[in-house]
């Protein structure tokens, strides 16, 4: 069966860290980029970071260079999202999405950023 199961979301206060996982099954991650979107309640999906297959190139959204950063693992066929310094806006689910030969979404996780 194939699919992205993504984990490592909770509750964290500002200025606080969390590591999201994106593991996949089913299918090998080597082949495709990665990305991480959230979607905060009332508002549309974001994308926020972006990795290539092979994990040389990635790019991030504004509000959070500098703070998250992207990564792969392709022999652990999973992606990783380091969060750091977070923010209260940072709270949303966060889903990550394999695109290239075709498309694949994650159920998201829950990152709230509360004090």
């Known amino acids: 069966q194939v699919q992205l199961v993504e984990s490592g979301g909770g509750l964290v206060q500002p200025g606080g860290s969390l590591r999201l996982s994106c593991a996949a099954s089913?299918?090998?991650?080597?082949?495709?980029?990665m990305s991480w979107y959230r979607q905060a309640p009332g508002k549309e999906r974001e994308l926020v970071a972006s990795?290539?297959?092979?994990?040389?190139?990635?790019n991030y959204a504004g509000s959070v260079k500098g703070r998250f950063t992207i990564s792969r693992d392709n022999a652990k066929n999973t992606v990783y999202l380091q969060m750091n310094s977070l923010k209260i806006e940072d709270t949303a689910v966060y889903y990550c999405?394999?695109?290239?030969?075709?498309?694949?979404w994650g159920q998201g996780t829950q990152v709230t950023v509360s004090s």
């Open positions: 089913g299918f090998s991650l080597s082949s495709y980029a």
């Open positions: 999405k394999a695109w290239g030969p075709t498309e694949y």
């Open positions: 990795i290539a297959s092979a994990g040389r190139y990635t």
